[in-house]
T-cell receptor
Framework: AQSVTQLGSHVSVSEGALVLLRCNYSSSVPPYLFWYVQYPNQGLQLLLKYTSAATLVKGINGFEAEFKKSETSFHLTKPSAHMSDAAEYFCAVIPSNTGKLIFGQGTTLQVKP | NAGVTQTPKFQVLKTGQSMTLQCAQDMNHNSMYWYRQDPGMGLRLIYYSASEGTTDKGEVPNGYNVSRLNKREFSLRLESAAPSQTSVYFC????????????FGDGTRLSIL
């Protein structure tokens, strides 16, 4: 069965530091991949998506993610963290033969001043 | 820009009471979904509707029923609420074509005493 693993339930960085949130998926064929962000007491907002057009995907708020088929990874990065980036981040996959999203467990990003 | 609207936003129930959570989308999307979010478990799919007139079980359907009233509306019903159903419930919709992301409402925070 398809699964998504986010390494680290909590990540803490200093303001201005690199943000790296890890996501690995299990799939025999490249799926559709997404990163969502959830701010406190809000719904999920789409950050970016991979749909095979390009391996490096740019999203909103300065985030980007790189699809690496050989590593079955889709890690999320941002060069310089801002206090407003503090939120929970979810990696999700749609296996290419279904329309259903499968979510990772989520990573809470803390940004320290 | 309403997007996906969920009502109510908060609700407290007693064990055994019934409740219907409402969801409506104004994006003319074909597919709609209900998830529950619990700490450390990401989002888990309860039920989904690939198109008007169809519904299917997701990962955790027990204790829930759904109705796809029309293309816009997809409701979730708890017939006899249990404390284990205390959670945050999210509705989402999607166009239905391959690779399209889901769009989420702001959630319903449900507590069952």
């Amino acid at each position: 069965a398809q699964s998504v693993t986010q390494l680290g339930s909590h990540v803490s960085v200093s303001e201005g530091a690199l943000v790296l949130l890890r996501c690995n998926y299990s799939s025999s064929v490249p799926p559709y991949l997404f990163w969502y962000v959830q701010y406190p007491n809000q719904g999920l907002q789409l950050l970016l998506k991979y749909t095979s057009a390009a391996t490096l995907v740019k999203g909103i708020n300065g985030f980007e993610a790189e699809f690496k088929k050989s590593e079955t990874s889709f890690h999320l990065t941002k060069p310089s963290a801002h206090m407003s980036d503090a939120a929970e981040y979810f990696c999700a996959v749609i296996p290419s033969n279904t329309g259903k999203l499968i979510f990772g467990q989520g990573t809470t990003l803390q940004v320290k001043p | 820009n309403a997007g996906v609207t969920q009502t109510p936003k908060f609700q407290v129930l007693k064990t055994g009471q019934s409740m219907t959570l409402q969801c409506a989308q104004d994006m003319n999307h074909n597919s709609m979904y209900w998830y529950r979010q619990d700490p450390g478990m990401g989002l888990r799919l309860i039920y989904y509707s690939a198109s008007e007139g169809t519904t299917d079980k997701g990962e955790v359907p027990n204790g829930y029923n759904v109705s796809r009233l029309n293309k816009r509306e997809f409701s979730l019903r708890l017939e006899s609420a249990a404390p284990s159903q205390t959670s945050v419930y999210f509705c989402a919709s999607r166009q239905g074509t391959a690779g399209q992301p889901q769009h989420f409402g702001d959630g319903t925070r449900l507590s069952i005493l």
